[in-house]
């Protein structure tokens, strides 16, 4: 089992910046991708970037140029760099973690931006 702890999330003007961390504990022998989604509320999840253990990453295009992954692994934790923010990314954005066969999710932080 993996465990995941989300931090950083909050409230932040338009065009403010947020940096999220999700640090993994337990069984993190062998952890693959490691990314974050977020959901709005009434929306699908998403993803938003993820990042491999290689440190090949991978963005969507609505946050390509404003928002930059990266991980520590010795510490097995994940960041994401979120620049610029708009009203419209608020949502719960939650870390995502793959380890051989299994997606661990982490419970969720809140990011919140104001016009």
């Known amino acids: 089992q993996v465990q995941l702890v989300e931090s950083g999330g909050g409230l932040v003007q338009g065009g403010g910046s947020l940096r999220l961390s999700c640090a993994a504990s337990g069984s993190t022998l062998s952890i693959n991708t490691m990314g974050w989604y977020r959901q709005a509320p009434g929306k699908q999840r998403e993803l938003v970037a993820d990042?491999?253990?290689?440190?090949?990453?991978n963005y969507a295009d609505s946050v390509k140029g404003r928002f930059t992954i990266s991980r520590d692994n010795a510490k097995n934790t994940v960041y994401l760099q979120m620049n610029s923010l708009k009203p419209e990314e608020t949502a719960v954005y939650y870390c995502?973690?793959?380890?051989?066969?299994?997606?661990?999710w982490g419970q969720g932080t809140q990011v919140t931006v104001s016009s």
């Open positions: 995502n973690v793959k380890r051989r066969w299994s997606t661990y």
């Open positions: 990042i491999s253990s290689a440190g090949s990453t």
